[in-house]
C-alpha cells in the first residue's frame, strides 16, 4: 500500500502540475520556482508518462518539444545547456520506439537529422575540451559557464539512441555515419577523462564534473 501511495501521488503530481500557457498544456517541474517547461525535467515526465501507457498525454509534452526546435537543429531552453538538444533526441528516439509509431518517426525523422548534426558541430578545438562540447553551463548546483562533463552524458545518450532508431527504421546510411562521429566523439571522452580522473582519499577512481 505504501509503494501504490508513493505510485498515485507521483501520478498526480505530474498532472497537478500541468498548466495551459499559449494555448499548449505544459508539463512542469514544479509550481513555485520551477513553475515552467523546463526541457530536462519535463522530458523525464513524459518518459514517465509513456510507461504509465498514457500516449495521448506524453504526445503532448512531445509537441512542445517539437516546438522548441531552432532551425539550425538545436533544442534548448536555456543558453549554452548544451544536453538539452541530446536529451530532446533521445526523448523524441524513445517516444517512437515506445509506441512503436514508425510512421511519426518517419515524418519528422529531418528533425532527427538537423539535431544530430547540430551536436556534432558543436566540438569545439580548444583545449582542454578539445573535440568535445564548448564551455557550458551543467546544472545541478554547478553555477557559471564552465568545461565541464555533464553535458556530454546526455549528448551521448540522444546521440546513441538516435542511432538505434536509425537501425530500427532501416536507415542504415545514417546509422552508419553517426555511429562513425559517436566512435570519434567518444574517443575524444575517454582521451580526456583519463587526463581529469582523481582519486579520492579512500583510493576510489572517479572523474570530476568540471574538467
Known sequence: ATIQGLVDSGIRNIYQSREVKGDMP?????????????LVDSTF???ALLNLGQEEDAKIGIDRLMFLRKPDGSCMDFP???KETGIA??????YARLTGNRQWAEENWPTFQKAFAYIIGLRTGDPPNRGLLPDG?????LLGVMPEDSNLRWTFSGLRTAI??????GK??????WQR????FQAAFRKAAQRDMKTDAKGNRYLPVPM
Do not use: N
Request: contains cysteine.
Open 26 to 38: 505544459l508539463y512542469q517541474p514544479g509550481v513555485t520556482v520551477l513553475r515552467h517547461f523546463c
Open 89 to 94: 533526441l533521445w526523448s523524441l528516439s524513445r
Open 137 to 141: 553551463f551543467g546544472d545541478a548546483g
Open 172 to 177: 542504415e546510411a545514417d546509422a552508419k555515419a
Open 45 to 47: 515526465m513524459i518518459e
Open 164 to 169: 538505434e532508431t536509425a537501425h530500427w527504421l
Open 80 to 82: 549554452r545547456h548544451w
Open 181 to 184: 562521429d559517436y566512435d570519434d
